[in-house]
């Protein structure tokens, strides 16, 4: 007899509540192809029930950060629905494009920030809360168990006036390791929002996990996970996204069901394990975790500031690859405001064999790092001390990386996004469009476009002094 999709649905989430939680209670499931996805079917369903509810939905393309701790006011926003976050995944400000809903970030040290969470959501037009329970951009998590007390003391408010609840939505894609170390039990914390959420818990709520990645299985097979009345407002509707076909979820199954909960969790404590090590190098080799203090055990992301990007340049030169990370700390520019971060899964734990010396690839990371390192100490120079790591020159006399510079003025409108915008339309048309030759004779392209601008600088103030000192001897 042919199984249904909603059946293997049904056991895939049966398979994945051992690190979920909610063994116990009712669950509504969907499946997608990819965590993008699932964060949009979250948000889809959750603007169908503002609809509903409401009668609104989206209807704006803006977000915006707050600060201090009054609620916001947009009166240009004209009954638009609004999400608060923290420093949400790329996913989110595409959701909010797509489905024209309000974004407004609530981030402290990259988490969201509970004490301004607290004013922001009576704001009756808030129908949603985004929370992470690891961040891709720096490995830290969000206060879950605060969250949840400030979302379920304003929905008891609201349930008594009659009010539409707010839905706190759990984005849990990439943090497998964080749901095996964090589970509540002999001591240990717990970030599994389904089991934090108690019995008589009146908030609706979305958690969203990967079969992928983490768990091993194809490409393409996520899963989003709501309590009942969640997920199936999107009955009958069309949903944005593929979803995995019933053979992937077959072999998705047999692939969770050979390793089994047992071995997964094995697997999972060896890698915080190594882990630590990652922080213990990094550290060694004079740099900073990145926010540090929201790193929960079991965080596979480990993020370090890098002064002008130096280490990061050096080692993607030995074949390493990271995810650039600039305006660390915007609101303290005397600060070093660039680094890189890296995502490990068990995969980083395979023995390259002769290719790697018979080292594992992250031990190879680690040596590659290390000999950086010295290698950066030993080539500092006196000339670039005279300029701040964060400074386009400072960068280019430390052998950093010059685009992180770039980035940032792409942060904030004005001259700089102009010019940086202009340079790297120009650069990457040149990379696309020259062929290979040019690419060839120039390999390097923007760091010797950097060098002209920084030399034609020089040249100006030069003759400016030359020219001053004529005047002042005649």
């Not at 979920?20 to 959750?46: H, Y």
């Not at 089991?195 to 969203?208: M, N």
Request: aromatic fraction near 6%; charge should be positive.
């Amino acid at each position: 007899e042919e199984v249904g999709r909603g059946a293997l649905e049904a056991q895939l989430l049966g398979f994945q509540r051992h690190f979920l939680g909610g063994m116990d209670k009712p669950l509504e499931v969907i499946t997608t192809g990819g965590g993008t996805r699932s964060i949009n079917i979250a948000f889809e369903a959750i603007l169908q029930r503002a609809r509903a509810e409401r009668g609104c939905g989206g209807g704006g393309r803006s977000s915006r950060a707050v600060g201090g701790g009054g609620v916001a006011s947009s009166a240009a926003a004209g009954g638009r629905v609004r999400v608060l976050t923290g420093n949400p995944h790329l996913a989110v400000e595409r959701a909010e494009r797509r489905f024209g809903f309000e974004l407004v970030r609530l981030y402290d040290c990259g988490t969201l920030d509970t004490r301004r969470l607290a004013v922001e959501i009576r704001d009756p037009r808030v129908v949603a809360v985004y929370s992470q329970t690891l961040s891709y951009t720096d490995g830290i998590s969000d206060d879950l168990e605060a969250i949840l007390a400030i979302v379920e003391a304003e929905n008891e408010r609201r349930s008594g006036a009659g009010l539409p609840l707010v839905t706190l939505v759990n984005d849990s894609c990439l943090a497998f390791c964080v749901l095996v170390h964090n589970d509540g039990r002999g001591g240990r914390g717990c970030l599994r929002l389904l089991d934090l959420a108690g019995a008589r818990c009146t908030t609706p709520l979305i958690v969203t996990l990967d079969a992928h990645k983490h768990l091993g299985v194809d490409k393409g097979v996520s899963s989003c996970v709501g309590s009942p009345g969640t997920l199936s407002h999107l009955a009958g509707s069309v949903r944005v996204g593929a979803q995995p076909t019933k053979g992937m979820l077959v072999r998705a199954l047999a692939d969770l069901l050979l390793v089994g909960v047992d071995g997964y969790t094995r697997i999972y404590r060896e890698l915080a394990e190594q882990m630590r090590r990652v922080e213990a190098a990094v550290e060694a080799a004079g740099l900073a975790v990145v926010h540090r203090s929201h790193r929960a055990a079991g965080s596979s992301v480990i993020s370090a500031e890098d002064p002008a990007g130096v280490l990061m340049r050096k080692l993607k030169r030995r074949g390493h690859s990271f995810a650039s990370l600039f305006n660390l700390y915007p609101s303290d520019p005397a600060r070093c405001q660039y680094g890189w971060s890296l995502s490990l899964t068990p995969y980083a734990l395979r023995d390259l064999g002769g290719a790697g010396g018979g080292a594992t690839a992250l031990e190879v990371f680690l040596r590659d790092l290390g000999r950086a390192a010295a290698e950066a100490r030993a080539a500092d120079s006196r000339l670039a001390t005279l300029f701040s790591a964060n400074s386009l020159p400072g960068i280019l006399l430390r052998g950093g990386t010059e685009e992180l510079y770039l980035f940032t003025l792409l942060w904030r409108p004005g001259l700089g996004r102009a010019a940086a915008s202009l340079v790297l339309r120009r650069l990457f048309t040149g990379l696309l469009d020259a062929g290979v030759v040019r690419s060839r004779k120039r390999a390097d392209p923007l760091r010797e476009l950097a060098w002209l601008a920084v030399c034609g600088v020089l040249l100006a103030l030069a003759l400016a002094l030359a020219v001053s000192a004529l005047l002042s001897s005649s």
